[in-house]
C-alpha cells in the first residue's frame, strides 16, 4: 500500500476478465508476444509471475470453484457467525491498514489482492464473521 498509489505495480485486468470482456488466454498469449517483442525490458520472472498470476492462480481457483460448488458456497468450516463490522461500509476504523484498504476498496472499488486477502480478509476470519455477510461484502464492493 502506497498513500496515493491506488494501481502502482497492479494491471487492472481482473474486472474484465471476471466478466468475461477479456479471455485469460488471449492475455497470455499477448502477454508473451511482447515479452518476446520487448525481451531486454520485461526479465523472464517477471513474465512468469505474471502468467502463473493469470494461469495458476485465478484458472486454479476458478476449476475449484467449479469442482466445490454449490456445496462449498454453503461451507462455514469455522462455524463463525458474527456479524460484519460497520466499518467495511464506512471505512472508519482506527485499524489504519483495515481504515485504508476498505476506504480505497469504497472510494475506487478496487482493492490489491493482498489488501483484500490479508487486510480485510483475515480480519474477518480472526473476527468470526459470518462467510456470507463477508461474501455479500466482497460483492458488493
Known sequence: MVAGQWALFH???????????????WVISRSIDYWRD??????????????RQIFGWREYMRG???????????????????????FYWTGKTRMHCLS??????LDMAYAHPIQRLMYTGNFALLAG????????WYLGI
Do not use: C, T
Request: aromatic share 12%; net charge negative.
Open 11 to 25: 494491471s487492472r485486468l481482473s474486472f474484465a476478465l471476471n466478466v468475461i470482456l477479456l479471455h485469460p488466454m
Open 38 to 51: 520487448k525481451f531486454r525490458k520485461i526479465s523472464l520472472p517477471q513474465i512468469e509471475d505474471f502468467i
Open 64 to 86: 475449484f470453484y467449479w469442482a466445490e460448488m454449490p456445496a462449498f458456497a454453503r461451507a462455514n468450516s469455522f462455524n463463525h457467525h458474527n456479524s460484519l463490522p460497520d
Open 100 to 105: 485504508r484498504a476498505v476506504g480505497q476498496s
Open 129 to 136: 464473521i459470518d462467510p456470507d455477510e463477508v461474501d455479500r
